[in-house]
């Protein structure tokens, strides 16, 4: 097998980030086989409506038979439940990862069934939408991405090699880190984000009921983006806040203090302050742009013609 390539790919779970997946392996030319697994009949005959993959089953266990890879993409409240279930199917040297938004929990509920002989090398790829499902993914998703790996203790180091080479086929860029501390940058970069846009949106709606106004209606493109991400997937979510409370509850509490600091200046009419805050805030946002991490809207935030850098 050449760098990123496996004679055969498990899917396990085929929605936003599995079918990416599959897509861009087929598109890559990255494995001689694919077999894809969902719990769900509905959902496994549209993979195959799709041509997702070379082969379609509802047992994972089935699926995993012979695999060289394994890619766990289901939420991450079910990955333990399918490390056990695959795990006395799994052949001796395949390598098992994951996709999941939380690492820490994701470890602790599948490391205790992987076998001796098959390498677990824990995976999380920094891509995605708020959409969900086999229709919602595509073979670019992961392109310029990161993708973090959080090995456990002894792994080896030509598996680790292989799977980083794979993410590098799909595109990605690969970085490791440690697992609870991918836990904390996810909780600020990504977690936390969700969390304050579906509270944001609740408020908003529950503001109808006191204003006895539309206000929904009356939302612009400010709104529009800022809640973008609150038409994610309810169950990945439950599972993310449940998954990585810990790092997400000390998340909540700094941003909390920031805001409070924040409603003080507002309060006091601290004019020189909010302009600092808003001024630094602003500076961060457009090197998040120009570091290129952004690709959903590229001219999104930069200086316009008459605006000062
Ligand atoms: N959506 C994103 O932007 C994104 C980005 C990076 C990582 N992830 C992670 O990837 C994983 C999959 O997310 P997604 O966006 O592809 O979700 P999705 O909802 O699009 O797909 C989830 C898949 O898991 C299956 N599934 C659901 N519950 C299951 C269960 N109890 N047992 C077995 N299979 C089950 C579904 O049938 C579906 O095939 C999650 O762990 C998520 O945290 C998501
Ligand atoms: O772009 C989006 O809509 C996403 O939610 C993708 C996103 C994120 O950036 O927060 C969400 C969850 C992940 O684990 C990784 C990436």
Redesign the pocket.
């Known amino acids: 097998m050449t760098d990123g390539h496996f004679d055969k790919i498990a899917l396990i779970?085929?929605?936003?980030?599995?079918s990416s997946i599959a897509r861009a392996v087929k598109l890559k030319g990255l494995a001689k086989s694919v077999v894809i697994s969902?719990?769900?009949q509905e959902?496994l005959d549209r993979a195959r409506e799709l041509d997702l993959g070379t082969d379609y089953v509802l047992d994972a266990g089935e699926a995993v038979e012979g695999a060289d890879l394994v890619i766990v993409?289901?939420?991450?409240g079910?990955s333990g439940?399918?490390a056990e279930a695959i795990a006395p199917h799994l052949k001796q040297g395949a390598i098992v990862t994951d996709?999941?938004?939380t690492k820490a929990s994701v470890v602790a509920q599948m490391l205790p069934h992987i076998p001796k002989g098959v390498h677990f090398i824990p995976g999380?790829?920094?891509?995605?939408?708020e959409h969900?499902?086999p229709d919602?993914g595509f073979a670019e998703l992961f392109q310029g991405r990161w993708c973090i790996l959080t090995p456990v203790h002894g792994t080896d180091k030509d598996a680790k090699r292989k799977l980083a080479a794979f993410w590098e086929a799909l595109g990605s860029k690969v970085d490791e880190m440690d697992m609870e501390h991918h836990d904390k940058v996810l909780a600020i970069v990504s977690h936390l984000p969700h969390i304050i846009a579906y509270n944001i949106v609740g408020t908003a709606d529950d503001l109808e009921t006191v204003t006895e106004s539309e206000v929904i209606k009356y939302s612009a493109s400010g709104f529009r983006d800022f809640t973008r991400l609150a038409a994610?997937?309810p169950?990945?979510w439950r599972d993310?806040c449940l998954h990585n409370k810990d790092a997400i509850l000390e998340m909540l509490a700094r941003f909390s203090e920031d805001l409070a600091y924040l409603q003080r200046a507002i309060r006091w009419g601290d004019g020189e302050k909010l302009f600092d805050l808003f001024t630094r805030t602003r500076a961060i946002r457009r090197s998040i742009i120009d570091a290129g991490q952004d690709t959903s809207a590229p001219n999104f935030g930069r200086p316009g013609p008459d605006e000062k850098a």
Not at 13 to 18: D, E, N, R, Y
């Open positions: 779970g085929i929605g936003l980030i599995g969902s719990r769900s959902t993409s289901v939420p991450v079910a439940k399918v996709v999941g938004s999380h790829p920094l891509a995605g939408t969900s499902g919602a994610s997937d169950t990945m993310v």
